[in-house]
C-alpha cells in the first residue's frame, strides 16, 4: 500500500486527509515515480477551497473544477521511476526524474506520461528538483509574455513569492534591471538577488517612479491586486508589456497578457515546456536558486498549507513523503 493525501471535501486544511491506496501500476505510456519531494504552490489549496467555484460558470471547465470531483493535489515533484508502461523507452526502472506537470504529487507514488519526466541531475537535490518547475516554468513564461530583454527595466508585482524569486532571479540573470515589490523584511533577500525593492502599498507608483525616473519598460502582476494592474498599466502604458498570473478578468479587459490556467489566458504549454531544460541548466550552473521556506513530512501537509495560506518567509515549501 501507498500514502496519498486527499481533500475529504471543499474547505481549509483541516479537510486534508493521509489515505492508504494500492502503489499505481502504470498504463502503456505512463511510468510510476517514488516520490522523493512535491513542491506546495497556492493553487493547491486553492483546488479544494471551493474559490475556483466563484469563476462565473462559463469558465468553470477552463478553471479544471468540476464540482462533483474532488481534485487530486500536488502539480510538481521529483523521484525515481519504479515502474515503466509496455509502450515506452528511454526511461527506465531507477532513474532520478524531475516531474511536471503532474496531478496527485502529494504522495508515496505518482503516476505520469513521458512527457512529463525530465533527468534531475545528481548536483540538484531532492527538495530543490521538487519545487523548481511550477514556479520557475510560471516565471519563464511571464518573462516572454511581456516580452522582456536585455536592458529593460522590469517592475516584478510579489516579487518575494514563489513565482516571484524565480522571475527576479531569470530577469537579472537575463540582463535586465529590476524593481521587484515585497514586504520591507524581504528587501534585503531580493538586493542579494540584484533586484531593487520597493514596499507595495499605498504610494507605490511615486515610489517605483523614485527609483526608476526613466520609466519602468515592462511589468510582472505577480499577485493579481488591483494596486499591481492599475502601477503596471499607468508606468508602462502598453498592455503588451504587462503579464499577469493572477486577478480577476478586468486584466482581460485591459488587454494585458494574461497567463496559466485561467479564463482566457494563454496556457503556454510551448513555452514552459521549453523552460524546464533551461531552468535546470541554470540550477547547475549556479545561475538560478530555489530558495526553500520549509520541508514537511508528507503527513504534514495540512500544516504546510496553514503556513502556506498565513504567509511565510520567502520561498517554497515543500513536503518529504
Ligand atoms: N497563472 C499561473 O500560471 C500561476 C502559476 C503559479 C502561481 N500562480 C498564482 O500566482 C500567485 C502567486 O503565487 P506564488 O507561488 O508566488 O505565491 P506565494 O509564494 O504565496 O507568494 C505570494 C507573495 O505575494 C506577496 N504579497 C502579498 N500581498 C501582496 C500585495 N498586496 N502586493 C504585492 N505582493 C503581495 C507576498 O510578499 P511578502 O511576503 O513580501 O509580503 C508573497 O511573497 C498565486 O495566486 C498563485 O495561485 C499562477
Known amino acids: ?52 467555484h466563484a469563476i462565473d460558470d462559463k469558465y468553470k ?62 548536483a540538484v537535490d531532492w527538495p530543490v528538483a521538487g519545487a523548481l518547475m511550477l514556479t520557475g516554468t510560471t516565471a519563464a513564461h511571464t518573462l516572454h509574455a511581456a516580452a522582456v530583454q536585455p536592458g529593460d527595466l522590469v517592475l516584478i508585482h510579489g516579487g518575494s513569492g514563489g513565482v516571484g524569486l524565480m522571475a527576479v532571479q531569470l530577469a537579472v540573470d537575463l540582463g535586465a534591471t529590476v524593481i521587484a515589490t515585497a514586504s520591507e523584511a524581504n528587501h534585503e533577500l531580493l538586493r542579494r538577488l540584484g533586484a531593487t525593492p520597493v514596499a507595495y502599498g499605498p504610494g507605490l507608483i511615486d515610489r517605483v517612479r523614485a527609483a526608476a525616473p526613466e520609466g519602468i519598460d515592462a511589468a510582472l502582476d505577480l499577485i493579481g491586486t488591483e494596486e ?33 490556467n485561467q479564463p482566457g489566458a494563454d496556457l503556454g504549454t510551448e513555452v514552459r515546456a521549453a523552460a524546464r531544460p533551461e531552468l535546470i541548466a541554470k540550477l547547475v550552473e549556479g545561475r538560478l536558486r530555489v530558495i526553500i521556506a520549509g520541508t514537511y513530512p508528507l503527513d504534514e501537509a495540512a500544516e504546510a498549507h496553514r503556513v502556506g495560506i498565513g504567509g511565510h518567509a520567502p520561498g517554497k515549501l515543500i513536503l518529504l513523503p
Do not use: H
Open 228 to 260: 499591481a494592474l492599475d502601477t503596471s498599466l499607468e508606468l508602462v502604458g502598453n498592455p503588451d508589456r504587462i503579464a499577469s498570473i493572477a486577478g480577476g478578468p478586468r486584466r482581460i479587459e485591459e488587454g494585458i497578457k494574461v497567463i496559466g
Open 1 to 52: 500500500m501507498a500514502r496519498t493525501i486527499r481533500p475529504m471535501s471543499y474547505g481549509g486544511p483541516e479537510v486534508l486527509d493521509l489515505v492508504e491506496v494500492p502503489v499505481p501500476v502504470p498504463a502503456a505510456d505512463q511510468v510510476v515515480v517514488r516520490v522523493k519531494a512535491a513542491g506546495v504552490n497556492p493553487v493547491d489549496w486553492k483546488l479544494y477551497s471551493g474559490s475556483f
Open 61 to 122: 471547465d477552463e478553471a479544471g473544477v468540476s464540482a462533483d470531483a474532488l481534485p487530486r493535489i500536488g502539480l510538481e515533484c521529483a523521484g525515481i521511476v519504479t515502474a515503466v508502461g509496455e509502450e515506452l523507452s528511454g526511461v527506465s526502472v531507477g532513474e532520478e526524474v524531475i516531474v511536471y506537470p503532474v496531478t496527485g504529487a502529494y504522495a508515496d507514488y505518482v503516476v505520469a506520461g513521458a512527457g512529463s519526466l525530465v533527468s534531475k541531475p545528481n
